[in-house]
């Protein structure tokens, strides 16, 4: 993939602005990265709090060849790339189904996957946000939420050199997404990467409903299996997914 980085000092959102070039015809690879964003959105229409240079703000356009079934499987295949991009510096990330990077059970990195029809067929915007540092926090997110700083006391890095990092994870695991056999060496990778993968007591909370159980793997498309206490398994295409404390766990 050919990337192109167009940088700004501030704007609404890295998404909006993708998926406009989108449509303007920008070519699969274009990544848009902000300093701040006034805008920042979030999944299930919640806002990203983006502070100046507090945080990564990338998004990325992609212009998929891939079935309709599989692409859900963008969201983890970025999951995986904001993992590797943060295990090379020394973090050990884990990932939670389906899009929130986690460092010691809290949030360091989420991404917003966006669609769009374009002249030149359908695009797929991948908006990344990466916590760099935690000080500029408000105060509802300081027990759930965490950030490179706070985790790697020493480290030297610079917003430039992660989005450089990331666009490469990002390039091979979209390869890999791509070649014959991709979605299902997808899965295989991700199951290597989250301790959410199976046998985790969660609760998953639905647009009309909340419902508990334990992780049971991903069916082929990228989807969660959850097994129910009862025994019976269902499968979640979109929910938040919340661990349980032992105390919690079987108590539905
Ligand atoms: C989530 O966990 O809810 C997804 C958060 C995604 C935030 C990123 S920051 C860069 C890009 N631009 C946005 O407006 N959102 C995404």
Redesign the pocket.
């Known amino acids: 993939m050919n990337i192109t980085v167009l940088t700004f000092d501030t704007i609404d ?4 602005e993708a998926l406009k070039q989108a449509r303007q015809g920008a070519d699969e690879g274009l990544c848009i990265v ?1 300093r701040e ?1 006034t ?6 229409g ?1 806002s ?1 709090v ?1 502070e100046k240079d507090s ?1 990564l ?3 990325i356009v992609l212009r998929p060849k891939l079935d309709t079934r599989s692409l859900p499987l963008i969201t983890l295949m970025a999951g995986m790339a904001v993992h590797d991009t943060l295990q090379e510096l020394g973090l050990k990330p884990d990932i939670k189904w389906v ?2 990077i986690l460092v010691d059970e809290k ?1 360091i ?4 996957a966006e669609t769009t029809e374009t002249a030149n067929g359908l695009a797929v915007v991948v ?3 990466i916590n760099l540092k935690s000080s500029n926090f408000p105060a509802e997110l300081a027990d759930s939420a965490t950030s490179i700083a706070e985790k790697l006391t020493t480290a030297n890095f610079s917003a430039d050199q992660l989005a450089e990092n990331l666009t490469k994870y990002l390039s091979y695991f979209y390869d890999i997404l791509k070649a014959e056999g991709g979605p299902e060496q997808i899965i295989d990778e991700w199951r290597t990467r989250s301790r959410y993968f199976v046998g985790k007591p969660v609760r998953v909370v639905l647009e009309n409903e909340t419902v508990f159980g334990m992780t049971d793997g991903l069916e082929s498309n990228g989807a969660l299996r959850l097994r129910k206490n009862d025994g019976s398994i269902i499968v979640i295409q979109a929910g938040d997914v919340e661990r349980l404390r032992a105390t919690e766990a079987g108590a539905n």
Do not use: V
Request: charged letters at 15%; zero cysteines.
């Open positions: 959102s890295t998404n909006t902000a964003q805008a920042g959105r979030g999944r299930h919640r990203w983006s945080g703000y990338f998004s899009n929130d949030k990195s989420g991404i917003l908006g990344i946000g």
